[in-house]
């Protein structure tokens, strides 16, 4: 019998990180980076210690398979290592971030919250799913690309509501059009990977989190507990 055919060339998936590289550079260009150059780029401490830790990781995603590609197995466990120090940073920069953006109402800091935990949630998933499978590579690399994927929401979503509908602030359509195409990328992998025998319920289990975490935000669907902690989280003297 033939060797199943690898459906995605994971070796090659550093060259599309680049492509993700480029959608977060322009989803945050008027937002972020646009206003290092025109002066008032008056940002608090958080915001750059969470953008810094976040282009690290992107650079990360962007080598690690091109090493693998290029067969420097030791320069890439060396960096894979350093995930260890650079993720529970990316989370705790995350929870600063966090904290020190909640400013609405009471009653909203439950779903205000939400936004930031469902983006922690998908990448402590895909992130642990890949250091559990770091020595089967198959999934492994799956892991990776789930964590990878999170950040094309908050980058898509920028870059949708700037292009179309600059004047409107937060558009739920445009929100509507990033879910639709966040979807169609995770079904499409989905679809690819349906005849692999190692590892094809990683993306199934994404696209089941994030219909899980998008419904929560969009039909505010009430979590027993969850405000109690998102208060008691927002009252902590963090930032």
């Not at 019998?1 to 060339?9: C, F, S």
């Not at 909640?102 to 800091?109: A, F, Q, S, T």
């Amino acid at each position: 019998m033939r060797p199943t055919k690898r459906a995605l060339p994971f070796d090659t998936s550093g060259f599309y990180f680049i492509a993700l590289l480029a959608l977060v550079i322009a989803g945050f260009w008027p937002s972020y980076f646009a206003k290092f150059f025109d002066g008032s780029a008056d940002f608090t401490f958080y915001l750059h210690f969470h953008a810094t830790l976040a282009m690290l990781w992107v650079l990360m995603l962007i080598a690690q398979p091109i090493l693998i590609r290029q067969k420097k197995f030791a320069i890439h466990r060396k960096i894979g290592k350093l995930s260890y120090i650079l993720v529970p940073l990316i989370f705790i920069s995350i929870i600063l971030l966090a904290h020190s953006t909640l400013r609405g109402p009471k009653e909203n800091v439950g779903l205000e919250l939400w936004v930031p935990f469902k983006d922690l949630l998908i990448f402590a998933v895909g992130y642990g799913i890949a250091i559990k499978y770091r020595k089967t590579m198959a999934i492994h690399a799956r892991g990776m690309i789930v964590a990878g994927i999170v950040l094309i929401e908050p980058a898509l979503v920028r870059l949708l509501l700037y292009l179309f509908f600059p004047d409107e602030g937060f558009a739920p359509s445009g929100y509507i059009t990033m879910i639709i195409l966040l979807y169609t990328l995770l079904i499409g992998l989905i679809i690819s990977e349906r005849k692999q025998k190692v590892g094809r319920w990683v993306f199934p289990l994404a696209l089941g989190l994030y219909v899980f975490v998008h419904a929560v935000l969009l039909f505010q669907i009430h979590i027993p507990g969850w405000q109690a902690i998102a208060e008691w989280f927002a009252a902590l003297p963090l930032t």
